[in-house]
């Protein structure tokens, strides 16, 4: 079995730009599609990167996805900051011996 | 587009069956392009996948959970549903339903809080 690990929480100002990582334990980070979910508060997750670094419609182009092979971890990065993406963010991903794996969840603070 | 519903009891008794259904409207479940899983989140802490069904009925597991789950479909109805038996406080979570298609979940359930207590 594989582990996805996300910092537990970061912080930015609005208008910055911050990065969100998740590092896979096992296997190659290239060989399984990874995705983000955003979670606010009450509410169910919602799709902001699929297959690495496709964006939804209607997830605004300040977000964007990426993976390091030499890391072996993919990034989610959210540009000009706003109070509204204030959330927590998970990456997840999928292999056929493993099924669906969640990272643990990373909380976004904008202060 | 899709839309899922959550239904069953909100309070189980420990040792018992957690029984959760999820509808699906505006689509087929017997849709080729889909899979349809369960994921849950316990109170405060992070998001868990307890497994996924296609419509013909091929069941894929949390190996962690394997022992306990079981997850079937019925097309007749646009449903498929979870049984989790043998809960424990640790059992209590919000549970999602949600649809799976190419890695993604794309589409969920608005959730539904389920109390292991006695």
């Known amino acids: 079995n594989f582990m996805l690990t996300q910092p537990h929480s970061v912080s930015e100002s609005p208008g910055k730009t911050v990065t969100i990582s998740c590092t896979r334990s096992?296997?190659?980070?290239?060989?399984?599609?990874v995705q983000w979910y955003q979670q606010r508060p009450g509410s169910a997750p919602t799709t902001v990167i699929y297959?690495?670094?496709?964006?939804p419609s209607g997830v605004p182009d300040r977000f964007s996805g990426s993976i390091d092979s030499s890391s072996n971890s993919a990034s989610l990065t959210i540009s000009g900051l706003k109070t509204e993406d204030e959330a927590d963010y998970y990456c997840?991903?999928?292999?056929?011996?493993?099924?669906?794996?969640f990272g643990g969840g990373t909380k976004l603070t904008v202060l | 587009q899709l839309q899922l519903q959550e239904s069953g009891p909100g309070l189980v008794k420990p040792s018992e069956t957690l029984s959760l259904t999820c509808t699906v409207s505006?689509?087929?479940?017997?849709?080729?392009?889909?899979?349809w899983g369960w994921i849950r989140q316990p109170p405060g802490k992070g998001l868990e996948w307890i497994g996924s069904?296609?419509?013909?009925?091929?069941?894929y597991y949390n190996p962690s959970l394997k022992s306990r789950v079981t997850i079937s479909v019925d097309t007749s109805k646009n449903q498929f549903s979870l049984k989790l038996s043998s809960v424990t406080a640790a059992d209590t979570a919000v549970y999602y339903c949600?649809?799976?298609?190419?890695?993604?979940?794309?589409?969920w359930g608005q959730g539904t809080l389920v109390t292991v207590s006695s």
């Open positions: 069904i296609y419509y013909s009925g091929s069941t």
């Open positions: 297959e690495d670094n496709q964006r």
């Open positions: 997840q991903s999928y292999d056929s011996s493993n099924g669906v794996v």
């Open positions: 505006g689509g087929s479940i017997s849709s080729s392009s889909y899979y």
């Open positions: 096992s296997g190659s980070i290239a060989s399984n599609y």
């Open positions: 949600a649809s799976f298609r190419d890695s993604t979940f794309d589409y």
